[in-house]
């Protein structure tokens, strides 16, 4: 199942929080820059939920990427999201949230002439019953595959969505955000990193190294992304 829930729910662990509002803090002036109304500076601070709440902490968190070496397009969704399914049972983890940075839905823009995308969209709205959702969900085992791959679609064709969407467990000593070259990004407190590391060994995920570009593409771009409903 995947259950819309409340971000407040998935932002009490104190990992994911302090990243969300670190991120936030270093992004809201910028997007004050373009209000010219008090309604809009009230929009804009919701969006950016927890701005104003980031400080710094003693959080030991290190980020390390890591993929699965399938480099065809339409099979890669499908072996990473098992592999990752696979992760999380290893680590007893049977359930996890999923949360946007911002305040915003991660449907994105509909109406794109792209099925995968089209497919994945529609997965996440039919948990909220056709509603664009802008706080969090919690998916449980049944449906991480199918999250997984919905989010591999989103995040790599639509560039209007918020650029990281966290996904985590409810021990939060890491958390996982899946950029638009289809990495795993891992974000992870150094106590757990040698469990963590060896499980992701035995899923067969390898650690990236160098600078990150799309395997599965000629071009640096990624064919078919877009920024804004007009392309």
Sequence with gaps: MINPVNRKQALQYAIPAHFVAMVQRHQIGHALDFISSHEEEKKIRDIYDMAAQWEEN??????????HPE??????????SNALSL???GMSVDSF??????????????????????????????ATHDRHYDEAYKVDSVSFEEIIQALFWIVRYDATVPEYILIFPESADYFITLCKYGNLHFHIGKESEPRIFDQLKKVGLKAWKGQEFDRFSNSYAIEGRFTSSEE
């Design 97 to 126: 949230f999923v949360l946007p940075h911002l305040k915003l839905s991660i449907v994105g823009i509909e109406d794109q002439d792209i099925l995968p995308l089209q497919r994945a969209q529609q997965i996440l709205l039919n």
């Design 71 to 80: 480099d065809d397009l339409m099979l890669y969704p499908t072996l990473l």
């Design 58 to 67: 003693a959080n030991d968190v290190e980020e390390r990427v890591f993929f």
């Design 87 to 89: 992760f999380f049972a």
